[in-house]
């Protein structure tokens, strides 16, 4: 069964820094892995989604990179903002066929102090 | 807004209500799904449909009765629920029943229950 682990758990950095999260999974047999943001109480809003096939996607300010064969996942954003604020999730889609759901981490709590 | 509604927002009942919970995609999209999300776990898939026939159980409990009347709507309904029960229950829709494409997220309603 996929589990999925992100580190750290929590973060705080000061403003315009780059930073990086991080995101493991043990099975490597995945269609794809997403990039989630959350904020507080709120739903999911999809960030990016890199297929089993591609290294790496990026979005404005964000990069998330994928390698299969080290069960890793990164996300990488640029000159970080206080609005970037929130919980980041990285689910993987396991393979297999069928419209099987996502397998979540528990998360990187972000802040970025103004 | 991402294209998915879910209502209510917010829900109180008792351990011997009867409460369904409603979502719906406005994006054309022909697989479904709910996740729970508890405090301090991840995200856990609990139902997915294709096509409006259910594909996936994830080991719920029978308190729980998802519905999928068409490919727009889903539907969990619940009775004689647990305390623990109370959480985040998030809809999501991808379009097609495969492992390739993004998942969209609903805001959730936010279950409590007494």
């Known amino acids: 069964k996929q589990e999925v682990t992100q580190i750290p758990a929590a973060l705080s950095v000061p403003e315009g820094e780059n930073l990086v999260l991080n995101c493991s999974f043990t099975?490597?047999?995945?269609?794809?892995l997403q990039w989630f943001r959350q904020d507080p109480g709120k739903g999911l809003t999809s960030l990016l989604l890199i297929q089993s096939s591609q290294r790496e996607q990026t979005s404005g300010r964000l990069n998330a990179s994928l390698d299969k064969s080290s069960g890793r996942s990164t996300l990488y954003i640029a000159a970080s903002q206080p609005g970037d604020s929130a919980t980041y999730l990285c689910?993987?889609?396991?393979?297999?066929?069928?419209?099987?759901?996502?397998?979540f981490g528990k998360g990187t709590h972000l802040i970025i102090q103004p | 807004e991402t294209g998915v509604t879910q209502t209510p927002r917010h829900l109180v009942m008792g351990m011997t209500n009867k409460k369904s919970l409603k979502c719906e995609q406005h994006?054309?999209?022909?697989?479904m799904y709910w996740y729970k999300q508890s405090a301090k776990k991840p995200l856990e898939l609990m139902f997915v449909y294709n096509f409006k026939e259910q594909t996936e159980n994830n080991s719920v409990p029978s308190r729980f009765s998802p519905e999928c009347p068409n490919s727009s709507h889903l539907f969990l309904h619940l009775h004689t629920l647990q305390p623990e029960d109370s959480a985040l229950y998030l809809c999501?829709?991808?379009?097609?029943?495969?492992?390739?494409?993004?998942?969209?997220f609903g805001p959730g309603t936010r279950l409590t229950v007494l």
């Open positions: 999501a829709s991808s379009q097609e029943a495969l492992g390739t494409d993004t998942q969209y």
């Open positions: 994006l054309g999209h022909n697989a």
């Open positions: 689910a993987g889609r396991e393979s297999g066929g069928g419209a099987d759901g996502l397998t």
């Open positions: 099975d490597s047999a995945i269609y794809n």
